[in-house]
């Protein structure tokens, strides 16, 4: 069964780090693009980050370049979401996606928009983070 859970949300200071981490299972991190999004209250979800399984490439959504870091452990089948300097707006709830095709990533790059989230093929069910001082 293909299943992604999410990991290490949580409540942190304006100016704090988090790692989230996004455990897969029923496939390999070769096979499929990972991808961070986000859904902030009475907001629609939005792409923060993704990398490629075909050569590791990463792209991240303009509001958290250098600042968030994706990483992948393929040995323990986990990739990362490292955030640094965590700001208010980083406030929401975070999932991970997962998906064979180049969509993924061409939605978190700004190549394609207008699709809907849901056409992503698999989702975690989220982790929360709040960043309050």
């Known amino acids: 069964q293909v299943q992604l859970v999410e990991s290490g949300g949580g409540l942190v200071q304006p100016g704090g780090s988090l790692r989230l981490s996004c455990a897969v299972s029923g496939f390999t991190l070769d096979d499929y693009d990972i991808g961070w999004f986000r859904q902030a209250p009475g907001k629609e979800r939005e792409g923060v980050s993704c990398i490629k399984n075909s050569d590791g490439r990463t792209y991240s959504t303009d509001s958290v370049k250098g600042r968030f870091t994706i990483s992948r452990d393929n040995a323990k089948n986990t990739v990362y979401l490292q955030m640094n300097s965590l700001k208010p707006e980083d406030t929401a709830v975070y999932y991970c996606?997962?998906?064979?095709?180049?969509?993924?990533?061409?939605?978190?790059?700004?190549?394609?928009?207008?699709?809907?989230?849901?056409?992503?093929?698999?989702w975690g069910q989220g982790t929360p983070v709040t960043v309050s001082s």
């Open positions: 996606a997962a998906d064979r095709r180049v969509l993924l990533c061409q939605m978190i790059n700004g190549v394609v928009s207008g699709i809907p989230w849901r056409s992503l093929e698999v």
